[in-house]
């Protein structure tokens, strides 16, 4: 009597492993051309980036010479120049300095994949006061307090480089501050998050909206009320910054709200064991 | 061996970059001559004194070398190896004069000895300056080194 039943259990077994069989067959088939298509995209961009490094490189010595014909001009024939003609080269001057702006931060931008510097280890709080020394200016133009909390801890990476996310985090701040805003203040921190180490960059300046947090890290995006705050902006300082923040294995993400300010969270790896 | 230490020469293809520098090193006033040449070829017959350059006295060996990384065909850093290779070419300080601020191309000219290696500032004042700066330090502070053939 037991015996039919088990029986057909068996064979519905079977079935069933059959089934699994070949789902595990197409998931394994769907992973491999998944794993290709990935390494085919990795390629890719590593080709764009040498592109992107070659004629940002390329374009960098026709600046050289514009700018320096520019001053040559000025020195040379400055006296004979009417009022209009001096217009007309700090005109070409402004647009060279735009450019150069641009070009570099695509070299850099190119080059984080591509080159990787000694990795150590170095006091977070020691980078922070030697980007903000640099920045202070900027800072003390608009009256901005800025606070960095105590305690900050050891930091493992390349130092250069996580300098400079301070720093555009920083000017960021700085230039999205808000000009009517009456107490200007900037908050640089780390706190625990999910039992992780989360580093922060706070301001109380214009804020961005939800749907654009995403755009932001997106290279040559520079939001309009961006433009309306600064003129001046590549749109791939934020790219930069998260490029960097991945390249040590790390994450950077936002909370914001207009007119209440933004923060910036990014987490970086420990040193390898 | 004819060798006049005050001599630049200049190993530059851009003109344009040949001219401001030019300019720059003359606003200096302390180097005595600047011959400009815009190929690698070229630049190796004249410090080995061949072809139109074999006239020692009219060509003598300069005082510093300023050389372009970029130039057709021979480029500058295989122009540096030919140069360093030689036993006394090599003594005649080359400054790597370049738009160039690739890793691979700083590792490979200081591999070949290359004895300064700088990049061409973007800006007028910060590009004169920075010649001007070359200039002073290996026209005036710097002894030149004595060539014996």
Known sequence: ?273 | MDYEPSNILLVEDEEAHAELTKRAIRKAGNANRIDVLTDGEEALDYVFNRAKYADKAKYPLPGLIMLDIKLPGINGIEVLKQIKDHPVLKKIPVIMLTTSDREEDITRSYSHYANSYLTKPVGFKEFEERIMQIDSYWMLLNKPPILEA
């Open chain 1, 1 to 273: 009597m037991q015996k039919k039943p088990t029986y057909e259990k068996l064979e519905q077994r079977i079935q069933e492993l059959e089934r699994e069989a070949v789902r595990q067959k197409k998931a394994e088939e769907a992973l491999r051309k998944n794993k290709k298509m990935l390494a085919e995209v990795a390629a890719k961009n590593e080709e764009l980036d040498s592109f992107v490094y070659r004629v940002s490189h390329d374009l960098k010595s026709p600046i050289v010479t514009i700018d320096g014909f520019v001053g040559a001009l000025r020195e040379d024939f400055g006296d004979v120049l009417l009022e209009d003609g001096h217009k007309y080269l700090r005109y070409i001057s402004d647009a060279v300095r735009k450019m150069e702006l641009l070009i570099n931060d695509l070299l850099d931008l190119s080059r984080i994949k591509r080159v990787t510097r000694k990795k150590t280890g170095f006091s977070f709080a020691r980078l922070v006061k030697d980007v903000l020394k640099a920045l202070q200016p900027q800072i003390k133009a608009r009256g901005i307090v800025v606070n960095i909390q105590e305690n900050l801890p050891v930091v493992y990476g390349e130092r250069r480089r996580l300098g400079r996310v301070v720093d555009n985090l920083l000017t960021n701040a700085i230039k999205y501050i808000g000009k009517e805003n009456p107490s200007p203040r900037i908050d640089v921190g780390v706190e625990e998050q999910d039992g992780q180490k989360v580093f922060f960059v706070r301001d109380n300046g214009i804020g961005i909206e939800k749907r654009d947090f995403d755009k932001i890290f997106q290279v040559f995006q520079r939001l309009p009320s961006a433009k309306k705050q600064a003129r001046e902006g590549t749109g791939v300082g934020l790219t930069i910054v998260k490029r960097i923040i991945e390249h040590h294995g790390g994450k950077i993400w936002l909370i914001s709200e207009p007119k209440k300010g933004s923060t910036f969270y990014f987490t970086l790896k420990d040193k390898e064991a």
